[in-house]
Protein backbone atom coordinates (compact mmCIF):
# COMPACT_ATOMS: atom_id res chain seq x y z
CA UNK A 1 0.00 0.00 0.00
CA UNK A 2 1.30 3.53 -0.72
CA UNK A 3 2.49 5.34 2.06
CA UNK A 4 3.48 9.18 2.94
CA UNK A 5 7.11 9.99 1.02
CA UNK A 6 8.66 12.40 2.26
CA UNK A 7 12.02 14.29 0.51
CA UNK A 8 14.37 14.77 1.07
CA UNK A 9 14.89 12.48 3.87
CA UNK A 10 18.36 14.32 4.86
CA UNK A 11 19.49 17.68 4.64
CA UNK A 12 22.16 19.52 5.97
CA UNK A 13 22.14 22.99 5.69
CA UNK A 14 24.11 26.11 7.29
CA UNK A 15 22.96 29.07 9.64
CA UNK A 16 20.67 31.18 8.33
CA UNK A 17 20.26 29.17 5.11
CA UNK A 18 16.38 28.32 3.89
CA UNK A 19 15.41 24.65 3.49
CA UNK A 20 12.43 22.91 1.79
CA UNK A 21 10.90 19.77 2.73
CA UNK A 22 8.29 17.97 0.98
CA UNK A 23 5.44 15.92 1.47
CA UNK A 24 3.39 13.63 -0.77
CA UNK A 25 0.60 12.43 1.24
CA UNK A 26 -1.32 9.06 1.06
CA UNK A 27 -4.12 9.45 -2.26
CA UNK A 28 -7.18 10.32 -1.57
CA UNK A 29 -6.04 11.67 1.91
CA UNK A 30 -7.45 15.22 2.72
CA UNK A 31 -5.42 16.17 5.49
CA UNK A 32 -1.61 16.93 5.84
CA UNK A 33 -0.07 17.54 9.18
CA UNK A 34 3.53 18.73 10.30
CA UNK A 35 5.41 17.87 12.75
CA UNK A 36 8.89 18.70 14.55
CA UNK A 37 10.97 16.34 16.46
CA UNK A 38 13.86 17.52 18.27
CA UNK A 39 16.82 14.97 19.70
CA UNK A 40 14.89 12.83 22.39
CA UNK A 41 12.05 14.91 21.88
CA UNK A 42 8.35 14.18 21.39
CA UNK A 43 6.70 15.24 17.98
CA UNK A 44 5.39 18.70 18.33
CA UNK A 45 2.99 19.92 16.21
CA UNK A 46 3.62 22.72 13.70
CA UNK A 47 0.88 23.19 11.24
CA UNK A 48 -2.34 21.40 9.23
CA UNK A 49 -3.72 21.54 5.94
CA UNK A 50 -7.70 19.85 5.07
CA UNK A 51 -8.29 20.09 1.53
CA UNK A 52 -5.34 22.88 0.92
CA UNK A 53 -6.58 25.12 3.31
CA UNK A 54 -4.51 25.80 6.48
CA UNK A 55 -6.42 24.09 9.30
CA UNK A 56 -4.14 24.93 12.37
CA UNK A 57 -1.01 26.22 13.58
CA UNK A 58 0.57 25.04 16.61
CA UNK A 59 4.38 25.89 17.42
CA UNK A 60 5.63 26.67 14.31
CA UNK A 61 8.24 29.69 14.01
CA UNK A 62 7.47 32.74 11.85
CA UNK A 63 10.31 31.66 10.01
CA UNK A 64 8.13 28.88 8.57
CA UNK A 65 5.42 28.79 6.38
CA UNK A 66 4.00 25.53 4.68
CA UNK A 67 1.60 25.45 2.05
CA UNK A 68 -0.66 22.55 0.18
CA UNK A 69 -0.52 22.28 -3.57
CA UNK A 70 -3.54 21.24 -5.87
CA UNK A 71 -2.28 18.18 -6.15
CA UNK A 72 -2.62 17.85 -1.90
CA UNK A 73 1.58 17.54 -1.41
CA UNK A 74 2.76 19.79 0.77
CA UNK A 75 5.80 21.60 1.22
CA UNK A 76 7.41 22.82 4.91
CA UNK A 77 9.51 26.40 3.69
CA UNK A 78 12.18 27.21 6.78
CA UNK A 79 14.57 30.21 6.21
CA UNK A 80 16.92 31.96 8.20
CA UNK A 81 17.60 28.69 9.77
CA UNK A 82 19.33 28.05 13.44
CA UNK A 83 21.40 25.60 14.99
CA UNK A 84 18.38 24.49 16.85
CA UNK A 85 15.96 23.48 13.88
CA UNK A 86 17.87 20.59 13.68
CA UNK A 87 15.75 18.31 13.89
CA UNK A 88 13.29 15.02 11.85
CA UNK A 89 10.62 16.51 10.12
CA UNK A 90 7.44 14.90 10.12
CA UNK A 91 4.40 15.08 8.08
CA UNK A 92 1.65 12.55 8.14
CA UNK A 93 -1.49 12.45 6.07
CA UNK A 94 -4.82 11.44 6.97
CA UNK A 95 -9.00 11.26 5.86
CA UNK A 96 -11.74 12.73 7.44
CA UNK A 97 -13.70 10.42 4.98
CA UNK A 98 -13.28 6.93 6.61
CA UNK A 99 -14.66 4.13 4.59
CA UNK A 100 -16.69 6.29 2.82
CA UNK A 101 -18.23 7.28 5.95
CA UNK A 102 -17.91 10.48 7.56
CA UNK A 103 -15.32 9.67 10.36
CA UNK A 104 -15.03 11.57 13.88
CA UNK A 105 -11.51 11.20 14.06
CA UNK A 106 -8.70 11.25 11.16
CA UNK A 107 -5.86 8.79 11.75
CA UNK A 108 -2.81 10.18 10.48
CA UNK A 109 -0.11 7.77 9.20
CA UNK A 110 3.18 9.40 9.26
CA UNK A 111 6.10 9.17 6.66
CA UNK A 112 9.55 8.76 7.31
CA UNK A 113 10.71 12.09 8.12
CA UNK A 114 13.42 14.52 7.06
CA UNK A 115 16.92 15.09 8.98
CA UNK A 116 17.57 18.22 8.68
CA UNK A 117 21.22 19.31 10.55
CA UNK A 118 21.92 23.32 10.80
CA UNK A 119 25.61 23.59 10.85
CA UNK B 1 7.67 -3.69 33.84
CA UNK B 2 5.71 -0.63 34.52
CA UNK B 3 6.91 3.43 33.72
CA UNK B 4 5.30 6.21 35.30
CA UNK B 5 5.44 7.87 31.54
CA UNK B 6 6.60 11.25 32.24
CA UNK B 7 8.72 11.15 35.03
CA UNK B 8 10.63 7.53 34.23
CA UNK B 9 11.44 7.32 30.45
CA UNK B 10 13.02 4.36 30.36
CA UNK B 11 11.55 0.78 30.84
CA UNK B 12 13.03 -2.78 30.57
CA UNK B 13 11.41 -6.12 30.44
CA UNK B 14 11.75 -9.54 30.31
CA UNK B 15 11.05 -11.16 27.07
CA UNK B 16 7.63 -12.61 27.66
CA UNK B 17 6.86 -10.31 30.81
CA UNK B 18 3.69 -7.87 30.51
CA UNK B 19 4.31 -4.45 29.96
CA UNK B 20 2.87 -1.15 31.03
CA UNK B 21 3.50 2.22 30.13
CA UNK B 22 1.73 5.35 31.66
CA UNK B 23 0.79 8.13 30.22
CA UNK B 24 -0.61 11.58 31.59
CA UNK B 25 -2.66 13.86 29.67
CA UNK B 26 -3.32 17.64 30.19
CA UNK B 27 -5.92 18.62 28.06
CA UNK B 28 -9.87 18.09 29.41
CA UNK B 29 -11.47 18.53 26.27
CA UNK B 30 -9.72 15.76 24.51
CA UNK B 31 -11.92 13.15 22.88
CA UNK B 32 -9.62 10.77 21.58
CA UNK B 33 -6.25 9.63 22.32
CA UNK B 34 -3.65 7.30 20.38
CA UNK B 35 -0.80 5.27 21.74
CA UNK B 36 2.09 5.43 19.08
CA UNK B 37 5.58 2.81 18.59
CA UNK B 38 8.33 4.76 16.77
CA UNK B 39 11.47 2.72 16.35
CA UNK B 40 15.15 4.33 15.82
CA UNK B 41 14.68 6.62 12.48
CA UNK B 42 11.58 5.95 11.62
CA UNK B 43 7.93 7.87 11.83
CA UNK B 44 5.39 7.30 14.91
CA UNK B 45 3.72 3.94 14.08
CA UNK B 46 -0.04 3.70 15.04
CA UNK B 47 -0.80 1.12 17.69
CA UNK B 48 -3.74 1.37 18.94
CA UNK B 49 -6.49 4.36 19.91
CA UNK B 50 -9.53 4.99 22.36
CA UNK B 51 -12.55 7.14 22.26
CA UNK B 52 -13.30 9.43 25.40
CA UNK B 53 -16.45 7.82 25.79
CA UNK B 54 -14.61 4.13 26.59
CA UNK B 55 -12.60 3.00 29.14
CA UNK B 56 -10.55 -0.05 27.76
CA UNK B 57 -10.04 -1.09 24.65
CA UNK B 58 -8.41 -3.85 23.04
CA UNK B 59 -6.13 -4.99 20.52
CA UNK B 60 -4.04 -7.71 19.53
CA UNK B 61 -1.60 -8.34 22.49
CA UNK B 62 -2.30 -4.48 23.30
CA UNK B 63 -4.74 -3.01 25.52
CA UNK B 64 -5.33 0.28 26.27
CA UNK B 65 -6.72 1.66 29.88
CA UNK B 66 -8.48 5.79 29.78
CA UNK B 67 -9.06 7.10 32.72
CA UNK B 68 -10.71 10.28 32.72
CA UNK B 69 -10.87 11.38 36.24
CA UNK B 70 -7.27 11.66 36.62
CA UNK B 71 -6.26 11.92 33.01
CA UNK B 72 -4.22 9.09 32.97
CA UNK B 73 -3.85 6.70 29.82
CA UNK B 74 -1.93 3.22 30.03
CA UNK B 75 -0.87 0.97 27.55
CA UNK B 76 -0.41 -2.88 28.38
CA UNK B 77 1.56 -5.01 26.02
CA UNK B 78 0.95 -8.87 26.69
CA UNK B 79 4.23 -10.72 26.02
CA UNK B 80 6.38 -8.53 25.06
CA UNK B 81 8.72 -9.61 22.51
CA UNK B 82 12.25 -7.98 21.14
CA UNK B 83 10.68 -6.34 18.18
CA UNK B 84 8.24 -4.44 20.76
CA UNK B 85 11.66 -2.49 21.88
CA UNK B 86 11.07 1.08 20.65
CA UNK B 87 10.23 4.29 21.86
CA UNK B 88 6.16 4.86 22.63
CA UNK B 89 4.24 7.86 22.78
CA UNK B 90 0.80 8.19 24.07
CA UNK B 91 -1.40 11.31 22.02
CA UNK B 92 -4.47 13.16 22.32
CA UNK B 93 -6.72 15.09 20.13
CA UNK B 94 -9.89 16.93 20.01
CA UNK B 95 -12.82 16.11 17.52
CA UNK B 96 -13.40 18.64 15.03
CA UNK B 97 -14.36 18.60 11.48
CA UNK B 98 -11.14 18.34 9.30
CA UNK B 99 -7.61 18.22 10.91
CA UNK B 100 -7.18 16.60 14.01
CA UNK B 101 -3.68 17.53 15.50
CA UNK B 102 -1.90 15.76 17.64
CA UNK B 103 -0.13 16.88 21.03
CA UNK B 104 2.01 13.71 22.14
CA UNK B 105 3.50 13.24 25.50
CA UNK B 106 6.87 12.62 26.59
CA UNK B 107 7.66 9.28 25.02
CA UNK B 108 9.12 6.10 26.98
CA UNK B 109 11.35 4.11 25.83
CA UNK B 110 10.49 0.44 26.24
CA UNK B 111 13.43 -2.38 25.78
CA UNK B 112 13.09 -6.10 25.88
CA UNK B 113 15.47 -8.56 27.29
CA UNK B 114 15.46 -11.71 25.45
Known amino acids: AAGVIQSPRHLIKEKRETATLKCYPI?????VYWYQQGPGQDPQFLISFYEKMQSDKGSIPDRFSAQQFSDYHSELNMSSLELGDSALYFCASGSSLAGGLRSSYNEQFFGPGTRLTVL | GESVGLHLPTLSVQEGDNSIINCAYSNSASDYFIWYKQESGKGPQFIIDIRSNMDKRQGQRVTVLLNKTVKHLSLQIAATQPGDSAVYFCAETVNQTGANNLFFGTGTRLTVIP
Open chain 1, 27 to 31: PRHDT
